[in-house]
């Protein structure tokens, strides 16, 4: 039971986060807090794909001696690359453009959230909805 | 609407973590995300690419063109946001600034 725990508890914590980012989105009716639960929820999505790219006793998938070798011939080199010597790399470049994404939402909503501000001079989801209602 | 919300947060979070119990150990080095494609990329990015950081090899030579995508995102979120945030004039905008 213990070392279930121990073998399974990154997932409840991703799933922890995931939780408060969503429970933000769906109720706090300020518009930064959204945003910032949107944040939370696309952060939990990330730590869960970067951990399923975790080896016990493994380093960073940087191959070594490969500088060196990549001169002058290739084939000996192929043969060499051990596996399970190396966290799996592709996770992380999927998270790479994953992170990409994440920036790019977080800056066109903030930038929405300044449009409405100027609007209606508050973030406050159910006074814009009153004065869209009074227009 | 505070306690319909809060059951399904609940609920959500029941279910996931039901489907967590089949999931691979943490640092399983079988578990299948380990075992099926990415040794492929560690043994051969010597060879393909001549470059000794997969990750970048991968990004920048095998998804290229997801990276090339990624650069059009970006592109099309700051013009998003410039075209958003670009102060109008009073005449012709109808939004008071």
Redesign the interface.
Known sequence: MFDFIVDHYNYWTYIGLMIIGFYAMMTKRNLIKKIIGMNIFQSAIIFFFISSSVKKGVTVPILEHAHGHAAHGLEHVTHAVDAMQYANPLPHVLMLTAIVVMVATLGVALAVAIMIYRKYHTLEEDEIIMAIKRD | ??TL??I??VL??AA??YG??D?P?????H?P??SH???Y???????HT?T????TS??ADY?GY??LG?TT??F???M??IL??KRRDKSQGK???
């Open positions: 609407m505070k919300s809060i399904i947060q959500l979070g996931l973590i967590t119990l999931m150990k943490w640092g399983d080095p578990s995300a380990a494609v990415s040794p990329y560690l043994q051969h990015s010597i060879e001549a000794p950081n997969v990750v991968v990004l998804r997801d990276t990624e995102v970006i099309t979120a700051g998003a946001c958003l945030l939004r008071h600034v």
